[in-house]
């Protein structure tokens, strides 16, 4: 399959917008905002990598954004793994951000560990498993405070990229998606190679049916689409772009939970879209399990970029995990390191990033 | 007494540096950062103004921050006064901020009532009454994770403007000094026209006595001068500046309490102290019951910078108060007020900032 790049990033979806988005943010110094949460949702057995220790995923959002902040994960020894043992995209998006000289800004949309590092805290809790239909609290709080931070940063920042962090994020993403009459059944992706997508849908029903919603009912609910059957990633990461986007370019970093995000993003303020895009990874959009584009082309006219990383030559067998369907994208990894390529002007290559990634991996997991 | 001005900013000390850091930041692009924390030490009857209404007092820092970010106090009714209705300089804060639209970040270095508004978590806790010889806890972490804030905050801002809003302040600052050898006493300054050294003194005393310090026993220790008798502003306040002023100019902005954070700042890394200067108020420079002066030059050759604010024709009879030494200085109100004059280059002047002031004070006071 040929696509068209430029430097190392594959304009993976609307072309003409992404090359003309790219070309906005080449050679600008970005800020990397990382947001997370957690959800009970992740603890349903057999849903994500989360599954099988339930009780360590919780510490995988802070840990995440201590090894962007400090270099190494402080509440947990070595770096978050999957069952499998295959490590964490926080290798990929330090990586970057190192190599670009990057700053980051993490988010808390409501976590259960606090991260032992600095973050912006916007006064949310974590989430509830979206089976009771009683997800996140207090969304219209959290998604104002978010865009009040994203007014602020976008007077100091060139552009921002924002990724996040939150185990059992595409089952929400599904409960969002659902509620606001977005079809992505078999559309979200999985950090497993075999994706439980008849869970993930029996889990949405029962949340659904659980908080009285049918399938489209929250189109112009955002809030209550959330706080029923979401996660408190969701509004933190919307208002943050609702708040920036107006004044500057907002690269969204992820997969396909960020439909659920743009969803709501889109049912608050139509205006800043033109100022989005979604980055993600290689990994994501050749997803045969999944379907970012799908989602995506549903909701907005945005351009898709990924990068267009290619771990099947590295050293480690952890890394090479990446192209048999693992992990494939999380905390930003994609968007990160596509601005590391942009604000290099392609002298970061991804062949560059791998070498970082595998000196981080040899470092800390190895 | 003449004074050089540039613009409506007095050259109060060392006015050759004083110079060069203004022409440094001229026309640039900062960020505001405002540090709260709370002290027990602020209850003490007597010792501030805090004193007389100590419970209303602890809301003090969180509705200051709330007012910056959300244009108005959200924990509180109106906005924080002192017991005679002098309102709060966030008032000259927020109206200097918002005429040169200048983006802002709260900091908590550990708070009793936390800010209904997005902050930056630190991890600590509000500190105790220094008469205890126990202040401050996790020092050494807070100052840690601010200097990794500083850092990242300094490759995506200009400069750094950085606020402070604890009662309290300057008995703990007192208290610091003393500890790290520095003669304080009779210098530090009051939101009170009469300013109760005598008290602050004696505190001070009874917190180094608790603490088996002798005067300037720990002037290489400043970890441990904050956490027997100082407050968890000065750790988060100092590491911000430690962070930042590595790569970019830091504009410290407050009164006497200053001393304490740049005290500990240059017993960490002097090289830093190159690219940083005080800005204050005219009415702290003025101050005849204090001396900003007599504590910077005991540690630093760094410039004092002042705003040349004048309210004795306002208006409202609670600003034309501030000349007759209520309040003074807070929030970092001088120093915001002096970068709004230089990134207009002097189109914002005192006046225009008088206007705006009173603008806020109609709305939210009146």
């Given at each position: 399959m040929t696509r068209k790049k430029i430097y190392d990033v594959i304009l993976a979806h609307e072309e003409g917008r992404g090359e003309a988005f790219l070309k906005r943010i080449e050679g600008k110094k970005p800020l990397f905002v990382c947001v997370i949460g957690n959800t009970e949702t992740a603890k349903i057995p057999g849903l994500s990598a989360a599954g099988r220790y339930p009780e360590l995923t919780e510490f995988t959002p802070a840990a995440d954004v201590e090894l962007l902040l400090?270099?190494?994960?402080?509440?947990?020894?070595?770096v978050p793994v999957t069952p499998e043992g295959i490590p964490t995209p926080a290798l990929i998006t330090k990586s970057a951000l190192r190599l670009a000289d990057i700053p980051t800004l993490v988010v808390s949309g409501g976590v259960k560990i606090k991260p032992l590092a600095p973050y912006l805290e916007l006064g949310g809790r974590a989430g509830g498993d979206i089976r009771t239909g009683k997800a996140v609290e207090d969304a219209e709080e959290i998604l104002l405070r978010a865009k009040i931070a994203g007014e602020n940063l976008s007077k100091v920042a060139e552009y921002l990229v924002v990724g996040e962090s939150i185990p059992g994020g595409t089952t929400t993403a599904l409960g969002v998606l659902s509620a606001m009459g977005i079809d992505a059944k078999g559309k979200v992706s999985s950090s497993m190679p075999s994706n439980p997508h008849h869970l993930k849908m029996k889990v949405v029903e029962e949340g659904l049916r659980a908080a009285k919603i049918e399938f489209g009912a929250l189109a112009s609910n955002p809030l209550k689409a959330v706080s029923c059957?979401?996660?408190?990633m969701m509004t933190a990461f919307a208002g943050l772009v609702l708040g920036a986007a107006r004044r500057v370019p907002v690269l969204m970093a992820g997969g396909t939970q960020l439909g659920a995000v743009l969803a709501v993003v889109k049912a608050f303020d139509r205006s800043v879209l033109d100022n989005v895009a979604v980055g993600t990874t290689r990994w994501i959009i050749e997803d045969k399990s999944a379907d970012l584009k799908g989602i995506i082309a549903q909701i907005a006219n945005i351009p898709i970029l990924a990068a267009d990383l290619d771990f099947s030559c590295s050293r480690f067998d952890g890394l090479r995990a990446y192209e048999r369907g693992f992990v494939k994208e999380g905390v930003g990894a994609g968007g990160a390191a596509i601005a590391a390529v942009a604000k290099s002007k392609g002298a970061i290559t991804t062949a560059v990033l791998l070498e970082g990634v595998e000196r981080n991996y040899e470092l800390l997991v190895a």
């Open positions: 400090l270099g190494s994960c402080k509440c947990i020894k070595g059957v979401g996660d408190p």
